[in-house]
C-alpha cells in the first residue's frame, strides 16, 4: 500500500507532534513495504524540515508539498514534478488583499515572502519553520512562477469567505482556491491539488490507485481522499471532508488516529 497523510490534525496532534503510537505504525508500515507521503499545504522547506525530524525521509518516503504544486522524492532528494501560480496572478492576488486589509504571502524556494509585516506573517512563520522576508514587491522580486498565495485572517472566516467569493469568476481557469484551515485560504496553481497528487504519484511509482490510502481533516483533503482506492476523514474532520471519505477514523488527531488507519487498512 502507499498512504497519503495530511499533517496538521491528521498526523500530528494539536502540539505538531507525532505520538509513540503513530511513530510505532509508521514503522510497522515502512518496515512491512509500504510508503508513506506526507501530503501537506506547507511548502517544500517546511515539509522538508519536518520529514526529517520525523525520520521519514529515506527508502519509501516522499513529500507532496503546497496542495500538490511539487512532489518530491525524500531518498532521491529530487523534485519529481512542480508547478507554480503565474505572477500575473499572484500580483492580482496580493492588490486584492490589500484593498480589503487581509493578510496575504507567496514564497520564494527559501522564505515566505511579504510586502509588509504583519502578525498573521510572523506566527505562520513561526509555526511552519521557514523564515520570511519583507519585500517591496514579491513579483518584482522573484524571476520564476512561486508555488501559491495565502490569505490568513486569525479572527473570522468571514473575509476569506467574502474575498473567495468575489474572486469565484476571475479564478475559473487560472488558479484553485481551497482552505486549508478556518484561517487561511489558499490559491494554488491551476491543476495542483492533492488529489493530482495522488495520482502522479501512483502512476510515477507504478502502483494502482485502488492500492492508495488517503488521510486528512480538512477542505484541501477531499481531493485527495476522493482519488485514493481508500479515502479516509480523521474524527476531527470537517463535515464535508466525513461525507466523501469511505471510512472515519474513531480517534481523533489527539488521540493517534493515523495508527488506527495503518492498523485497519495496513
Not at 488583499?97 to 496575504?104: F, L, T
Request: charged content about 25%; proline content about 3%; some cysteine.
Amino acid at each position: 500500500m502507499i498512504i497519503f497523510t495530511d499533517l496538521d490534525g491528521t498526523l500530528l496532534n494539536d502540539a505538531k507532534e507525532v505520538s509513540p503510537e503513530n511513530r510505532a505504525a509508521i514503522d510497522r508500515a515502512l518496515h512491512g513495504g509500504h510508503r508513506i507521503v506526507i501530503t501537506t499545504g506547507r511548502p517544500l522547506p517546511s515539509a522538508k524540515k519536518l520529514a526529517a525530524d520525523l525520520k521519514l525521509d529515506g527508502a519509501g518516503c516522499y513529500l507532496i508539498a503546497s496542495n500538490g504544486g511539487l512532489l518530491y522524492d525524500c531518498e532521491q532528494d529530487k523534485i519529481l514534478r512542480e508547478i507554480g501560480l503565474k505572477r500575473e496572478y499572484v500580483r492580482f492576488l496580493l492588490d486584492e488583499a490589500k484593498k480589503r486589509g487581509i493578510h496575504c504571502h507567496s514564497y520564494s524556494k527559501t522564505h515566505v515572502l511579504c510586502e509588509s509585516m504583519t502578525d498573521e506573517l510572523e506566527g505562520y512563520s513561526r509555526t511552519i519553520q521557514v523564515p520570511y522576508r519583507i519585500v517591496p514587491s514579491i513579483t518584482e522580486y522573484l524571476d520564476y512562477d512561486p508555488w501559491k498565495v495565502i490569505l490568513i485572517n486569525s479572527r473570522t472566516l468571514a473575509p476569506l469567505a467574502a474575498f473567495r467569493e468575489a474572486l469565484a469568476e476571475w479564478e475559473k481557469g487560472k488558479c484553485t482556491s481551497i482552505y486549508s484551515s478556518t484561517t487561511m485560504l489558499e490559491y494554488c496553481p491551476f491543476g495542483a491539488t492533492k488529489g493530482e497528487g495522488v495520482t502522479y504519484m501512483c502512476r510515477h511509482l507504478n502502483i494502482p490507485l485502488s492500492e492508495a490510502i488517503a488521510a486528512g481533516d480538512a477542505e484541501n483533503d477531499i481531493s485527495m481522499i476522493e482519488a485514493a482506492g481508500i479515502g479516509v476523514a480523521m474524527a476531527n474532520a470537517a463535515g464535508q471532508v466525513k461525507e466523501r471519505a469511505d471510512y472515519v477514523t474513531h480517534a481523533d488527531a489527539n488521540h493517534s488516529g493515523f495508527a488506527e488507519i495503518i492498523d485497519r487498512f495496513c
